[in-house]
């Protein structure tokens, strides 16, 4: 009996073998297709994304501007003249300000309308839609439609305080509100995105759980999320955090259309001060500078989210 | 009575605070729909109204239309987001599979900086991958609009860990039959991945049609602008005066996504939603 399946299995191994040794040769031939096939992808990857990376490091060394004749390597200079800079400390300042409102803001909106989405039947799926709107909408047509209910005069916000005897403001025109201001638009438009992953993380914990905390004496909905919830989605909020930070810290849009990060500087920050250095001034050179200390900040944000990220697969 | 009691208190608690929080979120585009529906003379007054008195909003659109060549900047919004979308295709499949499937010396180290790649946020290169475009003399063409975007790391990786779950069975099948490595790329992996390629074909297009920032950079002549661009430039000719045709453009050029979206929101939300994976 024992000899028959002994026997048996050494006739199955037999073509395994066979075939094993044939893809082995294979394999060999065919790693000059895998050459062929990457290939494209590989220079374009150099040409347009390593190179350009080590490109930018590299002229934040330099005097470069665009259209010069030449340019010399004057070490550190840039940096430190940017550091000698009060527009790049306050555009510093106004982008770790508008990352620290509006990640919190987004953030606590997302979580608590994929708490209430998730916490009955109806509607669901409308509720989500609404919410999600205005992550598709081309950022740029819907900042304009911001800059029109955000008038001074003619507005719809002014409008509405006014109706309600309240004194109207010129949000985008005054230094102590336009930053704030893109900081609303910023969370308008931030708040469905963090929504969607946080219902993924939600549909994802185990009804079990909820079961298991019940029989445990947990009864009401609050002590539930408590012994529940809030643990289990505390990895998902980490990234969810991380995530929000990163896109934040690139804003652009609103601010070189509505404000151009006035007045008087009040809503400068780091993309838009690279923007007008590298691209108005054409001070390549200053420009990169100011581009290696926004790179800083994203990529240690996103070591930081992919470390979590890898423990929330750990989670799961 | 009883349908009365069959409603939980908290059921209506639910909806009255999902139903205030939607009514903010969809506010900007109401208030669009309406004063692109209104006449000048009704925009400017301190008399608020949502609804107008007199329903302008096709004077304002044929206004807005005759401003701005909005058929042009919508047709090359969608030009632009095709061609990238189908020049990614194009470089990261092959390469997705060979990074899945296939084994060749210095894979690991070469599939690690693509990985690497993914990381690099897109202002960070923006400089000089400019100058580059400068150099190469393309600037300010459909080219420079297009070429950057080409390489998609991001759709590298996400095809490759798709393709990681095509039996083997499948491609042997395949080399049997004769077809050659490239052909396997097209005729068997991609028919697999058409829900991988979709998801990710709505995260580029979504991507791409809203992008501001490097159309801005890379464009100076008016008959290229992308639909972000032209809306942008619209306001900075009109901005103060003409507030019904700028909402009606504005409304023009979110159109086709926010339509898209609401026939196939589940894909939509999934596709964009990629991004977080990221």
């Known amino acids: 009996m024992s000899d028959a399946v002994a026997a048996l299995q050494e006739v199955a191994a037999a073509p395994r073998m066979r075939a094993r040794i044939l893809v082995k040769s294979g394999t060999a031939g065919r790693s000059g297709a895998a050459y062929a096939l990457a290939a494209p992808a590989l220079i374009l990857m150099l040409m347009m994304l390593l190179g350009p990376l080590a490109g930018v490091i590299a002229l934040s060394l330099t005097d470069y501007q665009l259209g010069a004749?030449?340019?010399?390597?004057?070490?550190?200079?840039?940096?430190?003249?940017?550091?000698a800079d009060r527009v790049f400390w306050i555009s510093l300042k106004n982008t770790l300000a508008y990352v620290a409102i509006v990640v919190p803001g987004a953030v606590a909106l997302g979580l608590g309308v994929a708490l209430l989405i998730q916490s009955g039947a109806g509607l669901r799926s409308l509720y989500r839609t609404v919410y999600f709107l205005p992550v598709m909408a081309t950022l740029i047509a819907m900042a304009i439609v911001w800059e029109f209910m955000l008038h001074p005069q003619f507005g719809l916000v002014n409008g509405l305080l006014r109706a309600a005897g309240l004194q109207g403001h010129s949000w985008l025109q005054d230094r102590g509100t336009a930053l704030y201001s893109l900081c609303v638009i910023g969370i308008w438009q931030a708040t469905g995105f963090n929504m969607v992953l946080f219902l993924a993380g939600l549909v994802s914990i185990p009804k079990h759980l909820?079961?298991?905390?019940?029989?445990?004496?947990?009864?009401?909905?609050?002590s539930r999320f408590g012994l529940v919830t809030w643990p289990m989605l505390a990895p998902v909020t980490l990234f969810v955090v991380a995530i929000s930070a990163i896109r934040s810290f690139q804003v652009f849009d609103t601010v070189q259309v509505l404000t151009k990060g006035g007045p008087s500087k009040s809503s400068e920050v780091l993309i838009y001060t690279m923007y007008t250095e590298g691209f108005e001034f054409f001070r390549s050179g200053y420009g990169a500078a100011v581009t290696v200390v926004f790179l800083a900040f994203v990529l240690s944000l996103t070591l930081l989210k992919s470390v979590l990220g890898r423990r929330e697969v750990h989670y799961a | 009575m009883r349908a009365l009691g069959r409603i939980?208190?908290?059921?209506?608690?639910?909806?009255?605070?999902?139903?205030?929080?939607a009514l903010v979120m969809l506010i900007p585009f109401i208030w669009m729909l309406s004063t692109a529906s209104k006449p000048q003379t009704e925009i400017f007054s301190s008399d608020l109204h949502l609804i107008p008195y007199h329903f302008a909003l096709w004077d304002n659109l044929k206004i807005a239309f005759a401003k701005a060549d909005l058929w042009r900047y919508l047709l090359n919004g969608l030009i632009v987001t095709i061609l990238i979308f189908a020049l990614q295709v194009l470089v990261a499949l092959p390469a997705a599979y060979a990074f899945a499937k296939l084994r060749f010396l210095g894979r690991d180290v070469l599939f690690a900086l693509v990985v690497f790649c993914i990381l690099i946020p897109p202002q960070a290169t923006a400089?000089?991958?400019f100058l580059l475009l400068h150099k190469l003399g393309v600037l300010d063409s459909y080219i420079a609009l297009v070429l950057p975007f080409t390489i998609s790391v991001f759709g590298i990786f996400l095809m490759r860990q798709f393709f990681k779950t095509v039996?083997?069975?499948?491609?042997?099948?395949?080399?049997?039959?004769?077809?050659?490595?490239?052909g396997i790329v097209?005729?068997?992996?991609?028919?697999?991945?058409?829900?991988?390629?979709?998801?990710?074909?709505?995260?580029?297009?979504?991507?791409?049609?809203?992008?501001?920032?490097?159309?801005?950079?890379?464009?100076?002549?008016?008959?290229?602008?992308?639909?972000?661009?032209?809306?942008?430039?619209?306001?900075?000719?009109?901005?103060?005066?003409?507030?019904?045709?700028?909402?009606?453009?504005?409304?023009?050029?979110i159109a086709p996504l926010v339509i898209a979206f609401l026939f196939a929101q589940r894909r939509f939300i999934e596709g964009i939603t990629l991004t977080g994976i990221k």
């Not at chain 1, 004749?69 to 550091?83: D, K």
């Not at chain 2, 039996?167 to 490239?182: C, K, N, Q, T, V």
């Not at chain 2, 990710?200 to 290229?224: K, M, Q």
């Open chain 2, 127 to 129: 400089i000089p991958v």
């Open chain 1, 210 to 222: 909820y079961d298991a905390a019940e029989i445990d004496g947990a009864e009401s909905a609050w």
């Open chain 2, 167 to 182: 039996p083997d069975d499948l491609i042997d099948a395949a080399r049997m039959d004769g077809i050659s490595e490239f």
């Open chain 2, 186 to 253: 097209w005729r068997v992996m991609l028919p697999t991945a058409i829900p991988a390629v979709t998801a990710f074909g709505i995260f580029s297009v979504v991507a791409h049609w809203n992008d501001y920032f490097w159309p801005l950079i890379v464009l100076n002549s008016e008959h290229l602008q992308t639909p972000p661009l032209a809306v942008a430039h619209f306001r900075n000719n009109e901005a103060g005066t003409n507030y019904g045709p700028l909402m009606a453009a504005a409304m023009v050029i």
């Open chain 2, 8 to 21: 939980h208190p908290w059921s209506a608690v639910r909806h009255v605070l999902l139903l205030a929080g």
């Open chain 1, 69 to 83: 004749p030449s340019f010399s390597w004057i070490g550190l200079s840039n940096y430190q003249e940017m550091f």
